[in-house]
């Protein structure tokens, strides 16, 4: 490969790369507690039939809900597919 393909290569790779970091933050930071978590999930950051799931939540469903997403927050750092695949 040459030093030009191996440069526009990380140009098209590197903002892709910067956001599974960012994500994967975003995750580390939103499921270190129950309430952060809640927060999120009913914000604008997520879509809107998540929300509507999230509405009908009563705290022992929170917590089953939080407990059900911890293992596949930590290993899928695109929260767009995560809410695709939770669809």
Not at 15 to 27: A, D, E, Q
Not at 49 to 78: G, H, T
Request: charged residues 25%; proline residues 3%; contains cysteine.
């Amino acid at each position: 490969m040459t030093k030009a393909l191996v440069v526009a290569s990380l140009r098209i790779q590197f903002p892709v790369l910067l956001f599974k970091l960012i994500s994967i933050r975003i995750m580390e930071k939103l499921m270190k507690s129950l309430d952060i978590f809640k927060e999120y999930m009913s914000s604008s950051q997520v879509p809107n039939y998540v929300r509507r799931y999230c509405d009908s939540l009563d705290e022992f469903k929170w917590q089953w809900f939080y407990n059900q997403m911890i293992e596949p927050m930590e290993f899928v750092a695109d929260t767009d597919y995560l809410f695709y695949v939770l669809k």
